[in-house]
């Protein structure tokens, strides 16, 4: 097969894996299991958890010891098992534990994904900034596709959802084995304490640009919590509402929320014009602007008369996650030195999916 093809069908499962539960786990929570909103609130904190420490474990690994691929394969089977096992938990204490623990596992992973990207693509003398953003666009289909099948098949009340997750991640796990090995690059260097930590992933700070870049990270990774966790339910909600009761936003809200991924694909292919045509200081300036008008859109809306607000917020997610996250992680691959790479890019994610997603929790 060729490469690009095996490259997009990682990215599809990848984000498949973690479309199947993230925007309807609050929908399962709240109108299914009744429990409170605050022990909701610790269950998105757990991707924040997380993040803090495990993209950047992961990172140094990948660096230094294992095979980028093969740790990544890993991570996805003992997740499938985790996610399996998750609906048959019967209290918010247990399912909290529960889900860190497939956090600790998951989060790496997407990090994991791009350095395996980024390396197999280097191997083949290929322009990363050209050839990856159309191979990554499939995973914002695999997330739309989840969506879609969960809301579908009405399991974005129920527990099923999580199975759907499972079965992915298992395949995902098993198909990683498979692809080019991705060598560590920082194995015959000469290592301190700090080199064989991978602690030196944290010398970019010492650049004001990346400095910046990395703290803007942080607070956009809070920014992007609040959707994520509430939107579903939040449309849920309405059907208390007899004036919005029957609406196809409240019957079926993750296939509303599914725009913003929709809007994904298209901004996803739209990064390499913008980025060589604007330079990745005003593209990420855009992404800011961006968030801004998501969220006050979002705000305003309802199911009914205010449904074009919701809409066109979703619209604008598309470009307000692609062109800093995305941006963000060729950006971060651009200016890292080639052995910490992983550790950079485990850092990116620290972050944003760390402490971004921990204070936005």
């Known amino acids: 097969m060729n490469i690009k093809y095996r490259l997009i069908l990682m990215n599809f499962l990848q984000f498949f894996v973690w479309g199947a539960w993230l925007l309807t786990i609050g929908a399962y929570w709240f109108q299914t299991k ?31 010891w294992v095979n980028a691929e093969r740790l990544y394969g890993i991570f996805h089977i003992a997740g499938a098992v985790l996610l399996f ?27 994991l994904a791009i350095s395996v990207s980024y390396s197999t693509l280097n191997s083949r003398k290929m322009d990363i900034v050209k050839d990856y953003p159309p191979i990554r666009v499939w995973g914002t289909v695999g997330f739309i596709v989840a ?8 399991f974005e009340t129920s ?12 395949f995902l796990g ?22 064989a930590l991978g602690l030196n992933a ?8 990346m400095a910046l870049f990395f703290v803007s990270a942080m607070l956009l990774g ?14 849920h909600d309405f059907a208390n509402f007899p004036e919005f009761k029957d609406l196809i936003a409240v019957k079926y809200p993750a296939i509303i929320m599914s725009i913003s991924q929709i809007s994904e694909t298209l901004f996803i292919l739209a990064i390499p014009f913008f980025l060589k045509r604007f330079g990745i200081k005003k593209v990420i300036l855009f992404a800011m602007i961006a968030w801004v008008l998501r969220f006050g859109l979002f705000a305003f809306g309802d199911p009914g008369p205010g449904l074009w607000m919701i809409i066109l917020s979703c619209i604008i997610y598309g470009m307000a996650f692609d062109f800093y996250n995305i941006s963000g992680s060729l950006f971060v691959e651009m ?24 204070f936005g929790s």
């Open 202 to 209: 944290f010398s970019l700070f010492k650049n004001p640009q």
């Open 34 to 64: 009744q429990w409170s909103g605050t022990d909701f609130g610790a269950i998105f904190s757990t991707m924040g958890i997380a993040s803090l420490f495990m993209p950047a474990i992961a990172g140094i690994v990948a660096d230094r």
């Open 85 to 111: 096992i998750l609906p048959t938990v019967g209290d918010p204490s247990t399912f909290f534990w529960l889900m860190l623990l497939n956090m600790v596992f998951y989060m790496p992973t997407i990090a």
């Open 335 to 358: 200016n890292s030195p080639h052995t910490i790479r992983s550790s950079a890019q485990g850092l990116f994610m620290l972050m944003t999916n760390g402490l971004g997603a921990f």
């Open 159 to 170: 527990a099923a959802q999580f199975y759907v997750a499972s079965i992915a991640s298992l």
């Open 222 to 235: 809070a920014s992007l919590q609040l959707t994520n966790a509430y939107g579903d339910t939040f449309l």
């Open 147 to 154: 969506l879609w099948v969960v809301s579908l098949a009405g």
């Open 174 to 195: 098993l198909y990683a084995f498979t692809l080019p090995k991705c060598p560590p690059l920082g194995k015959g260097h000469k290592k301190t304490l700090v080199h």
